[in-house]
């Protein structure tokens, strides 16, 4: 089942991690940790190997993967030792993450996007493509006519200007290349109704937004334990600092707002109600990639009384965000072969801001982490019995 | 359905949280959160009202309720005006908390016990009793072969001498009084083969031990977050300071050891290995009820990274722990009434320690909070078909 | 030596806690605990005694001080039993507490403060007054040239149109009645060339800026800590949560960011450099006056070693103003009395901007508290001798 | 200045990131972060310098230095770069660090350990040596009568058995040598009237006890923070986890508890009252080298008013321990040239539990951080003037 993971950002922090932790694994100098599909509970035959794995992908930056990886390790999110290992399993994707082409329209660009696909999936002789966003992020883009229907945005594309940000151009090739498509970040990526009629169309799948990897992560328990013992939430305040480069794009107040927004949904969703308190973004150079996350909690209980929780998340996202990469690859690329197309919302499980509507009589998404895993443990089950 | 719930313990400070709470709330003057029967999703006519409710007990302590009940509310535990609102209603409840009856033997005590019970249940024509202990927790009792059978231990009971501890005690009362019995506390009550077989011959069920509201509480949800991401938790250290009444019993060295079993057992369970770290428990009187744990807890990631999460829990106990009282007497009726006997391993979401073994191939309780409120849910609408 | 405090601001939170604990201290009903004119290293004869303290003051909120200082007492800032004690002594001292004067030019508005204020004096015989300025944050002013002359500000003044904001007027009319000021807020104050001017001319003192409650002064001896151990600190990050009068006032972002500039000027000032992150203050009802702030700290160590460090301060903002603003009065007055005039530099132990230049070869004012501690030991030594 | 410091425990952490940091600074590879007699305010011509120093030492344990220092390296304490980069520097000290002297009775070992110094002495034509204690914590020894006495020990020692705990018995050779001595740990050391009278007979100074180099450092600002404010700690409850070498020899109850004295000093002899609460020291392998302490103190402010604050610390032990322990060497040393004999009770600034009795009318020895850096830096100065 040799299938394809094409990384739009492809030189980034997760990027080089998840590549780096493929070849590791495979190799047998590290076990896979993180990985939530090596678990017992979701082992399945019915998803690719993780030594099926083929990386290719496109990033504007030029550092060289071992050169990435290298300051990886020096930042401690990576064991030198396995840079040192993986050496040659790097200089083999190396020419794999190619440039970002760029055209006089954006329909010209797509289709740039779509032979470098094309020929690494014929080099490769792979089954199938997943392509994952894990590029910066970006700010919300400018609402467009053409963003409703999946015609007039091909009619669109082909004049001069940018009709779609980069994370939704990615999506579009990927869909008429029949590739399934992750959106690991809060960029637009599939999110238009265009974009989705042209997944239904091609009959591919596509799974996002935004990889729960830390503060987020917690609150999806924390949340649903507070609403499970009827406390009620009063604030829930957070602050995130964080460096590396996803920190420093995240200085941007645009990208700031739609990371914020991601992380909040949460909430509401569980509690049924909107705390006080924000979440804010600051970017600390000197952090690094480990992020320090702090939460203050405040809460009434029986007959009013206040009570307060805080935590402190000091976690490496990178080393968080790459063996879901790698699980996301996997299981939809299983998706794809079993035939699924459109939004894959039973994979919430990975994401701060899943696809699928809020939760209530009519269904919807849930966004506690226990009903998330229910959820995906019955998708892989019914994988494995498709 | 009037339901008596009779408690061990019945002037402490859960007790009293207790009584003034549904009184309060029975008056419209608070409303019911902390209260999980309360909560939409478990709402059920099975379940006898709140107002159902009518309080007594045992306990060797003398403070008049409402003393205590303005010391909780001097401490921050309860609103001072609601104490003042069910200043009537604690009158009423005050002759009913009895001095604890101590005769020449163990069984003329629990017929003494068992008495008083009859009298208050006859006084107020009440469709059935409940048992609570919430007492002080006490060390754990000296082995005897006596506590492996019913009938030996009848007999052994009429000899001079200690065999039960007063929380077993009070559960072998309820039982031959034909009462259910619940254990709020980590102390030995039920769990005895003696008094597991009485309360099989009596018909009547019984459920336990240790009440989670604080640090077990959300360790019973992180737990699941580390083992559902495939994180390897390294060390879980955790401190708690605690004062007031239960915080200077367990200064006690045996007492201590209990609570501190029943809290870690929840990693063991929910990881499937123990990680390194231990619970503290310390007594620091200048804390009052209101608690503040703090846990560290490393885990290493993909690639075994290093990371660590940090939390502080400041909570009332008392105020945590009375709805849960509620509730529990509520739940345990209604089972008692659908025709259940013996350990109710569905109410484990209420525990530190619940009933049941290991989770395993051959089934055990779960110990992850939301597989809990899965069974809780099951159970409630169980008794609603019954 | 009766003496009168004129509080700007005086319904609000710190002046009421201030009026409530006066009383309470000189009733013998609480002890002094937060004054540090108290402490024995501190005690004199030069200072007027609490009991000779008369309060007064303006304020345009209508709210009775009573009402005001129940509120506090709900809130947990002041205990109720001795708002109830003291109540006689709040009744006394309602009357004084006036609508803010306005007038069609500011000279008429600072003429009819100082009507106000000489009305007091006389009325309670009083040595001295000591205006001291507690009313809400102010943005920063518009730059006018009057604000460099005192010449020039009379004529400016006399003008239609606002040339001082309103914690600069109470500067004004303070010096010209020949009152000494403090400014405990972040405001403009007396921070004037023309106002020095003035201070000097009429021989008055006056202090500030921006009363030292919370983060600032713990970060005033852990920043001195690290200089001493030779430790580079790389990050300082706060972040502060507060409800309140005054929390709402800085949600405000001018307010917000003179009270941010205040904050973090003791790190520059005591480091010699500037560590990378800010300081930020959200505004959350819920938390009302008990503060919430939680600061990270990375620094490196020998050989470049990354450690951290992290503190959550909880404190309740008026309980830690209101001593000091007493000590700054009886301080100011003894001043006063003792023939100093221009600015106090030697009260910076109270402040966390203040009066008085970056520390350095010419002298200048220091940030550390235990420097702070030693300027204020000698000032007060300095006082007695006079 | 040739000056020899020779490391009783010189195969440990504490030692071994000692002399790879002399050395590193000494080649211009890292800058002196860390090291107090490197500050502007400090630096004297009448200390060594840092590259006058030679090292030696004693320890039971056979690691080889550089192995040593790749552990180092490896737990993240030292830069495996700097450990490449004075590779040779490690091999020249090797052989310098020899078995721990074993005789028939503690004079002849005594007699042993001398010699080693004088042939180390010798060799190096050094101009003085510093014995510094870095070896592993002893529980407290016996009391025996000799101890009181300089000559009734000598004849002791002469005995058979074990009369002092070796840190004791290093002091003893230091002193007979006329060497100076620094017990950087919290045992006996040089702590025994006996020790005492030959120090001064043998005209050398002597400083300890147990280097301050995280949670107590902390506390010697916060607690004189909170005393002059005049605030009243009530609670001060402390909790280290640690691993490493340390870590484990402090699971020894005894050693806990000699440590666990030391570290809670502080707070008496700053408050003037003992606060509520306990130091544990908990023994976690995971954490290794990397200590996490987390306070909580709970105040009273004015009026009584409850506070908190609670502070996590996270800190390299080693790292911040070498470098104090190269500047205890030349301060020490320097001490000596200028004539100086008896305890150095100006060095309080590096120790938790320092020489000298608690301050009072009568002198003693200040724990606010700032008294004792004004004392050392007037002690550097009076080196200089001598
Ligand atoms: N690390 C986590 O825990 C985590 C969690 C959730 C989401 N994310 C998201 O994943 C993304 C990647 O994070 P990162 O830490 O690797 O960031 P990074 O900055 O290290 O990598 C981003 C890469 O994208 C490249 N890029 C920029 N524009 C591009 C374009 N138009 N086409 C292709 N590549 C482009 C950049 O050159 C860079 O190499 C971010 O959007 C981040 O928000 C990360
Ligand atoms: N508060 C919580 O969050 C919580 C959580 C779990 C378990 N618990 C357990 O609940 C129990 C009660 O806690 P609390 O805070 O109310 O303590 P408490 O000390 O305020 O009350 C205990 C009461 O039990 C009484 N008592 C002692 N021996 C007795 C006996 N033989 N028979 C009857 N009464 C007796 C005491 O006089 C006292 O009034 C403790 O065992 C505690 O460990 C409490
Ligand atoms: N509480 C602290 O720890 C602390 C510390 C440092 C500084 N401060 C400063 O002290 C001030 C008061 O704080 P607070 O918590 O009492 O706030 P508050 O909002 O409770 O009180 C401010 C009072 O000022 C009054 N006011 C507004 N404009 C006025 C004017 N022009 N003239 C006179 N009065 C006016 C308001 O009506 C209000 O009653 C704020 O500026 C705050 O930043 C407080
Ligand atoms: N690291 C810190 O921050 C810090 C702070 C204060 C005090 N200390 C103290 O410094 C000491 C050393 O700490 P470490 O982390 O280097 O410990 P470590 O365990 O790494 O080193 C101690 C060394 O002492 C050796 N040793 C044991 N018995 C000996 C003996 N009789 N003679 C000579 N050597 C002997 C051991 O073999 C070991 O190599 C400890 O007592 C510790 O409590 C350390
Ligand atoms: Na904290
Ligand atoms: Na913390």
């Known amino acids: 089942m040799a299938t394809g993971v094409w990384l739009a950002g492809g030189r980034g922090s997760v990027a080089v991690t998840s590549i780096v932790g493929a070849a590791a694994i495979r190799a047998g100098l590290a076990d896979p940790t993180g990985c939530v599909t090596e678990l017992e509970q979701l082992r399945s035959p019915a998803l690719p190997a993780l030594g099926d794995l083929v990386f290719g992908g496109h990033d504007p930056a030029t550092t060289r993967l071992c050169k990435k ?214 970017y600390v150079d000197d952090i690094g990639d480990f992020k320090t996350a702090w939460d203050l909690i405040t809460f009434s209980g029986f007959l009013g009384t206040s009570m307060r929780m805080e935590f402190t998340w000091h976690g490496c996202d990178s080393a968080l965000a790459a063996p879901l990469v790698l699980d996301l690859a996997r299981l939809t690329a299983a998706a794809h072969r079993s035939g699924r197309s459109g939004p894959l919302t039973e994979l919430a499980f990975f994401f701060k801001d899943p696809l699928g509507g809020a939760p209530g009589p009519a269904g919807g998404v849930p966004h506690a982490l226990a009903e998330q895993w229910a959820m995906l443990a019955s998708f892989v089950r019914g994988l494995a019995d498709a």
């Open 69 to 282: 990886a290298e300051a990886l390790a020096a930042a401690g999110v990576v064991p030198a030792r396995l840079v040192e290992a993986v050496r040659d399993e790097l200089a083999a994707v190396e020419p794999e993450i190619r440039p970002v082409p760029v055209a006089a329209t954006q329909l010209e660009s797509a289709a740039l996007i779509a032979e470098d696909i094309a020929a690494f999936r014929f080099r490769h002789s792979l089954e199938r493509v997943v392509v994952v966003n894990v590029s910066s992020t970006e700010a919300a883009p400018a609402p467009h006519p053409a963003h409703a229907d999946a015609d007039a945005l091909r009619q669109a594309l082909g004049e001069p200007g940018a009709v779609l940000p980069p994370s939704s151009l990615y999506a579009y090739a990927a869909f008429v290349s029949g590739c399934s498509y992750i959106d690991f970040t809060p960029s637009t990526g599939a999110r238009l109704p265009a974009l989705d009629a042209l997944a239904h169309r091609h009959a591919v799948p596509y799974a996002g937004h935004d990889g729960k990897t830390g503060e987020t992560l917690v609150k999806s328990v924390l949340a649903p334990m507070f609403a499970m013992r009827n406390l009620r939430v009063r604030t829930w305040s957070g602050t995130n600092l964080l460096g590396g480069g996803d920190g420093a794009n995240l200085a941007d107040p645009g990208a700031n707002a739609a990371k914020a927004t991601s992380k909040q949904r949460v909430l509401g969703e569980t509690l049924g109600y909107e705390p006080q308190g924000n979440t804010r973004i600051e």
